[in-house]
């Protein structure tokens, strides 16, 4: 079957709530696959534009109850998961091993022993605890055998902790003031299932992304949880398992899997003239990715993905992404590419949706 892109980007915004809009958090966040949390706010942003009644701190909330879980997933970011979801991506993560890699001890300088190692002992101090980052490296510093790893511990980026999220052994646990917390998710979120088996976690971590972000391709979905680590044989035999629940289609000259179930309505779907203003770090170009030229013009990608892994907040126009925006006082100031004019339709309601997520009731917009 042969689709166009304006077909499936209006299809994308719907599956994604970004129009119409959700009411559950959880909802929402187990439609888009996770939520980056890397900033809080902007997690929180994503949640609440897709919101039908939108709610200062809802995310914060449903991740201190153990409804959603946060902890380091795709692409080794911070992300705020349903716990079904969680264990299936972790436990394809934690397939690829990457921290059994020559390369991956160089940089952050701890054996596939020295890995297990910790593993092990973060087992037992986190049994029944909740633990600052402090409290959780004095711990495990507490053996001689990790002193010279005490440097990655302490590290913001918590490199050395990655590997022991991807196995299941440790999440982010309620703040506690501007400090952050380590559990163990099998103590701390609800329903918990424990990590699957990558072969039984394949189906439904695949089926999730395509239901928000296809047509795709394995590698695109490869790309999108392990930056590409995974092995390519396994990555094809899991889609190729899959059957008659996906169907490959066209979009103009690009081949993509979706849902078998999804086709009819992706088919009947119409392209819409929409304009939404999304956040930072949004899921909507972050699930495709930005090397998606389609979506986002190759000739821009640098004015949304920019230093240090900021992802601008977008302006988003029949679906596709047609510039940058920023919160200036009281007013958006918007950055059309190409010098384009501000979008004619759409725009105010955009800007009143946004208002009425920020609290500000009198935003304006200006060409920046």
Known sequence: ????WDQVFAWRLRRQYVEPRAASVSEIV?????????VTSAAEMAVALRSSVPE??????????GTLIKTWAMRGTLHALTPDLAAACLSLLASARTWEKPAWERNFGASPAEVAALTEELRRVLDGSVLTREELVDALLADPAFHRLGEQLR????????????????????????????????QLIKDWPGLPEPDAAAS????????????ATPETFDAWLSRGSLRKTVLRRWFSELGDTLVEVEVEGRHGYVLSEHLDELAATKPTKSVHLLGGFDQYVLGPGT????LL????????????GWISPIVVAGGRIVGTRELADDAIAV????????????????????GAVLGRDALTVRAA
Request: glycine share 14%.
């Open 155 to 186: 590290s913001g980026w918590g490199a050395l902790l990655k590997p022991l999220a991807w196995q299941g052994a440790i999440c982010h646990g309620p703040a506690q003031g501007t400090k952050i917390t380590f559990a163990n998710p099998a």
């Open 56 to 65: 200062a701190g809802a995310l914060v909330g449903a991740l201190n109850d």
């Open 1 to 4: 079957m042969r689709l166009t």
């Open 30 to 38: 187990a439609r888009l696959c996770g939520v980056q949390a890397q």
């Open 297 to 308: 013009p190759g000739d821009h990608r640098a004015k949304v993905s920019r230093t240090a």
């Open 335 to 354: 950055s059309m590419f190409d010098g384009a004019p501000l979008p004619k339709k759409g725009l105010k309601a955009a800007v009143d949706h946004l």
């Open 204 to 215: 439904l971590a695949i089926t999730a992304y395509l239901g928000a972000y296809g047509p």
């Open 291 to 294: 090397g998606d030229t389609v």
